[in-house]
């Protein structure tokens, strides 16, 4: 079979000029002070620290994963607590494959990556070039125009597109395979995002991405009602404003906070989203309002749209804003609300034979893709 070229990526543009990165490799802001000077006192015993939580994840996965199953199935506990308070850096790509499901899919299909992006040809090709430049436009790996990480980008969604051709792309896909290809390779980014959208390990997600947003639809529901049950001045004073989850936290869910949050709260986000499910970002979310309440219901519409768009700094400190997240119990109410959603928009509860056959046939997506 001949091999097809990707000729719109033949030239790559001029290396960015060099500037000063932060520890995740962002451009950082121009600042005149230098927080990062002013710690360096207690940089050792923040050294010394983080390398004792690395020995112990080490510990825990085995070499490269082989105990990690063994060690989830004799101490979920102590694997979730961990996770809460943060994957290391180091080993957080390896973590996020282990605990999604997609090392699974990704073993058991050899070859598949390869051919969706050398051999096929998708309809969102000229969308998917359109949008590169737009993701994470500050980080080191994605500034240059068609360079490695812009081809890397190009490459995994173009090859999801192909995968899942009812789905194909959607603009806010890209925040999601950007954030996974600064933890891991192309290959391995691809079956983490089919692992999501599909649901090996959580409920799928393409629902996100699909014709109309249904999942969107869903989601926003459910968090206006929890709003209005967890914060019902707050609930009210939306009511009065006219104001709907649609026009602020639409983006929260389609790419789980990696749009336009930090990216030391999106990650440590992300941890507890692929262990744990989407009701962290309903938690998370909750929690901004609560953390922000009081300012919240004393503001008229536009000043209101202004701060659901921009919250303070210390509001997204994670080491503030998670444990109050994890504080509020939502798993059991959004079950319940999302069949009153189905009951009303005429949809039935997906069983979970079916969820099983769709798994299915993900994980025997090689021999199709092969033919």
């Known amino acids: 079979m001949e091999r097809k070229k990707t000729e719109e990526f033949e030239v790559p543009g001029p290396v960015p000029p060099a500037k000063t990165l932060d520890r995740f490799g962002f451009v950082k802001k121009e600042s ?9 006192s207690g940089s050792a015993n923040e050294q010394e620290r983080e390398e004792r939580r690395v020995r112990k994840w080490r510990k825990m996965i085995g070499v490269g994963g082989s105990d990690w199953k063994h060690y989830a199935r004799r101490k979920p506990h102590v694997v979730r607590r961990r996770i809460r308070k943060g994957i290391p850096d180091c080993l957080r790509g390896l973590v996020w494959q282990l605990i999604s499901g997609s090392r699974d899919l990704l073993l058991m299909n050899p ?4 051919q969706l992006v050398l051999y096929e040809t998708s309809a969102s090709e000229l969308d998917i070039i359109r949008d590169i430049s737009r993701t994470f436009p500050s980080h080191v790996f994605f500034q240059q125009r068609h360079g490695p990480g812009q081809r890397s980008l190009y490459n995994v969604l173009k090859a999801y597109s192909v995968y899942d051709r009812e789905v194909g792309y959607v603009q806010g896909m890209g925040f999601l395979a950007g954030l996974l290809l600064l933890y ?5 980014a691809f079956w983490l995002l089919v692992a ?3 649901g090996a390990v959580q409920a799928p997600m393409e629902g996100l991405y699909l014709v109309g947003l249904p999942l ?3 989601y926003l529901f459910q968090f206006e009602q929890l709003v209005r049950e967890h914060l019902p001045k707050l609930g009210e004073h939306f009511t009065e404003e006219m104001i709907n989850p649609s026009m602020y936290a639409s983006q929260w869910f ?3 906070f990696s749009y336009s949050f930090p990216f030391n709260l999106a990650l440590r986000i992300w ?3 692929l262990h744990e499910g989407v009701q962290i970002v309903f938690q998370v979310g909750l929690a901004l309002l609560k953390y922000c309440h009081d300012n919240l219901v004393n503001l008229p519409f536009e000043k209101l749209i202004h701060a659901l768009r921009n919250f303070p700094d210390e509001a997204m400190n994670p080491d503030i804003l998670l444990p109050m997240a994890y504080s509020i119990k939502v798993s059991r109410r959004l079950e319940e609300l999302k069949l009153v959603y189905e009951k009303r928009n005429g ?4 069983s979970a034979e079916s969820r099983g056959k769709q798994l299915q046939a993900v994980k025997q997506k090689n021999s199709s893709s092969k033919q």
Do not use: A, H, R, W
């Open 254 to 256: 389609i790419t789980v």
């Open 111 to 114: 070859g598949v990556y390869e």
């Open 216 to 218: 969107v639809q869903q």
């Open 32 to 40: 005149n002070g230098s927080p990062e000077s002013l710690n360096k």
């Open 271 to 273: 941890d507890v989203f």
């Open 184 to 188: 891991m390779s192309e290959e391995d």
């Open 347 to 350: 949809k039935t509860v997906e």
């Open 196 to 198: 999501l959208l599909k």
